[in-house]
């Protein structure tokens, strides 16, 4: 499969003063050394906590930043020396800016837009109608903005970020600040942009979101790659345990002294919570444990008994804690 976008040894540093008196220069290494590709028709995450380089990388993609050093990339072109040859191609939709008027409606917008690309009219009119068919606001296309919910104009944002039909999106944070159904609606309209062959790019804090609807991720940390693979093959990467989670009454600390010294189980953490007692139990996946562990909590009364699969959250943990 063609790709995209290619990272190499790509580095961003940027010179802070710090300080009041003794006015000081320090570097932040934002993105250090950090390589990957993404191929066509991909949805691409990137995954990593506050300060961890995502927006940095993406606005190097962009073209609104230039990198300090290494390979940046996109549909073939350096992305700081060529970046009229591919500019109309690519576009970018961040969550939670005001990149739309609130004074004007949303066709109004994105005739705006529309204008900036010079678009030829039928042609710009066709698109409109079918993008706000897409981000589902043809009932509200004549309103002005101002009235819109968070989700409306997040959707709106969407459309602008596709009037120029471009191959390649990126997304920083698109669904911060929505609602759970709003950021739904929002994940369904990214999917059926996959389906149309658009490739995407987005960030996340959402672990969840990335899950679901990515096919491969990139964990950034401290301006470096930590992994990089599909959701899959990420919880591969710390498989081997599993997780029971049970809530009781009361329990002493002789029982968990005996689940602790039980074959398989590697740890157990105790939480006072408002809803008993929960023992969280670390064990080996293989391992069939649950009887076991029943028997050792045998008359005493269990609220709750939960087996948890290992999550895209447990490996995202796992990892940004072993690259400090
Ligand atoms: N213009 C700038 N000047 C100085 N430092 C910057 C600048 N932009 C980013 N940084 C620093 O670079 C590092 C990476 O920032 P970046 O915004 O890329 O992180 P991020 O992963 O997008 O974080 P968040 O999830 O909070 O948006 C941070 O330490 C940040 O303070």
Request: aromatic content about 6%; charged content about 30%; glycine content about 8%.
């Amino acid at each position: 499969m063609q790709n995209l976008i290619e990272l190499k040894d790509l580095k961003r540093e940027f010179v802070i003063t710090k300080g009041w008196i003794k006015r000081k220069k320090e570097i932040v290494k934002a993105v250090d050394g950090i390589s990957f590709e993404v191929k066509k028709g991909e949805i691409f995450g990137l995954l990593g906590q506050n300060g961890a380089g995502k927006t940095t990388i993406i606005k190097m993609l962009i073209t609104l930043l230039a990198p300090s050093s290494g390979t940046c990339k996109v549909l073939g072109y350096n992305t700081y020396g060529e970046e009229k040859e591919f500019r109309d191609k690519i576009n970018f939709i961040f969550g939670g800016e005001m990149g739309v008027y609130k004074r004007l409606s949303a066709r109004d917008n994105l005739k705006y837009f529309a204008n900036l690309y010079y678009m030829d009219e039928a042609k710009a009119n066709k698109q409109i109608d079918k993008l706000l068919e897409l981000v589902d606001l043809k009932n509200k296309a004549d309103v002005l903005v101002e009235t819109f919910s968070k989700g409306m104009v997040q959707r709106l944002q969407i459309a602008r970020g596709l009037i120029n039909d471009p191959e390649i999106i990126f997304m920083d944070e698109p669904t911060i600040g929505l609602d759970p159904l709003g950021a739904k609606i929002l994940r369904n309209i990214i999917r059926k942009l996959k389906t149309d062959g658009k490739t995407i790019m987005l960030t996340t804090h959402y672990l969840y979101e990335a899950d679901e609807l990515c096919d491969r991720i990139a964990i950034i940390n401290n301006g470096h790659l930590v992994a990089l693979g599909t959701p899959q093959e990420l919880r591969n990467i710390i498989s081997g345990m599993n997780t029971i989670e049970i809530v009781l009454e009361k329990v002493t600390n002789e029982t968990i002294d005996v689940i602790e010294k039980l074959e398989s189980v590697r740890s157990v953490e105790k939480a006072d919570t408002d809803k008993g007692i929960k023992l969280i139990i670390k064990y080996l996946e293989d391992a069939d444990i649950s009887g076991n562990i029943l028997n050792s909590l045998s008359g005493l009364k269990i609220l709750s008994f939960n087996q948890k699969e290992l999550t895209l959250e447990d490996v995202y943990i796992k990892l940004v804690e072993a690259s400090r």
